[in-house]
């Protein structure tokens, strides 16, 4: 039985700390990234700022992984189609990327 879970991730830096943050949807993170914010921010304003990393993230809950986690990284507004470990990103996924780019 396959239990692999696909989430967004935020990672946020800033110079003291390191804050991780899985959403569902990039809808949902650009949301509550406005709403910390206090301003109404675009998907390409969170792409725009250096202290945010961007990916899609997989995790898979097999007992038999060894590193359960996956990344998909965003370079020059692009998402990588294929993660560091040699998955292929779904079209799902690369579609919603685009659709809000």
């Given at each position: 039985m396959k239990n692999?879970i696909?989430?967004?991730?935020?990672?946020y830096t800033?110079e003291?700390?390191v804050?991780s943050?899985f959403f569902?949807?990039?809808?949902?993170c650009?949301?509550?990234?406005s709403?910390w914010n206090g301003?109404?921010?675009?998907f390409k304003?969170l792409?725009d700022d250096?202290?945010?990393?961007?990916?899609?993230t997989?995790?898979?809950?097999?007992p038999?992984?060894?590193?359960?986690?996956?990344?998909a990284?965003?370079k020059?507004?692009?998402?990588?189609?294929?993660?560091?470990m040699?998955r292929?990103?779904?079209?799902?996924?690369i579609k919603?990327?685009?659709?809000l780019?």
């Amino acid at each position: 039985m396959k239990n692999i879970i696909y989430e967004w991730q935020c990672c946020y830096t800033d110079e003291d700390t390191v804050h991780s943050d899985f959403f569902k949807t990039i809808k949902e993170c650009v949301e509550q990234y406005s709403m910390w914010n206090g301003k109404r921010l675009t998907f390409k304003d969170l792409l725009d700022d250096k202290t945010i990393e961007f990916t899609l993230t997989v995790t898979n809950h097999h007992p038999d992984a060894e590193d359960n986690k996956e990344y998909a990284f965003v370079k020059n507004y692009k998402l990588d189609e294929v993660n560091d470990m040699g998955r292929k990103v779904p079209q799902k996924y690369i579609k919603e990327f685009n659709n809000l780019i």
